[in-house]
Nanobody, 116 residues
Framework: QVQLVESGGGLVQPGGSLRLSCAAS????????MSWYRQAPGKGRELVAG????????TYADSVKGRFTISRDNAKNTVYLQMNNLKPEDTAVYYC?????????WGQGTQVTVSS
């Protein structure tokens, strides 16, 4: 079955960096676009970044453009989110999504907390 396992979250000071990973299994990873979403306390889930199956095209939410970079390694079935210059408003649970079915599959999420 499809499994997505996020890792790499943690507590970081404003201006710091984190690199999230999402290890995928149970489907042909290299043929699907992948996305990162986040959900802050009391808010809905929002799309942060997306990447096509080959990695040739990437999209970002306006709030993270220039600070976050999505990438993937199809040999490792893994998608990454490099987050630089983190701000307190980036605090959220981050999820990866695989559109293998309507609505996609979700991992368990990884908590990112940006605080001094």
């Amino acid at each position: 079955q499809v499994q997505l396992v996020e890792s790499g979250g943690g507590l970081v000071q404003p201006g710091g960096s984190l690199r999230l990973s999402c290890a995928a299994s149970g489907f042909t990873f290299s043929t699907y676009a992948m996305s990162w979403y986040r959900q802050a306390p009391g808010k809905g889930r929002e799309l942060v970044a997306g990447i096509t199956s080959t990695g040739g095209s990437r999209t970002y939410a306006d709030s993270v453009k220039g600070r976050f970079t999505i990438s993937r390694d199809n040999a490792k079935n893994t998608v990454y989110l490099q987050m630089n210059n983190l701000k307190p408003e980036d605090t959220a649970v981050y999820y990866c999504n695989a559109p293998v079915r309507p609505g996609g599959y979700w991992g368990q999420g990884t908590q990112v907390t940006v605080s001094s």
